[in-house]
């Protein structure tokens, strides 16, 4: 987790190997930045992950899960079309 803290100060530790990071504010691509942070902790710790972005967590978590079984690693829902598809797609 001490990795993550390098890319904002508003980090929730949500398991021992889940977080939620607060990107709001961090420019104007937070996908590619969400893709310098799956870059970062693979080179650094060793350890794939994947990242979901959304507005909140719930669907964070979804877009996380779709991000692992669509093998792309970083997957983003900014809005209601992108988050209506997601739940259909985990119903």
Partial sequence: MTVLGQFTPRL???SIDEAFL???G???DPLAYA???RTTVQ???GIPVSIGLAPTKTLAKVA???AKQQ???VLALP???AQTAALAELA
């Fill in 71 to 73: 093998g792309c690693g």
């Fill in 79 to 81: 809005d209601e079309p």
């Fill in 64 to 66: 996380n899960k779709l």
């Fill in 22 to 24: 607060d990107l709001s």
């Fill in 35 to 37: 893709r310098q942070i």
């Fill in 26 to 28: 961090i420019g104007p």
């Fill in 12 to 14: 929730e530790v949500y």
């Fill in 43 to 45: 080179a650094w710790t």
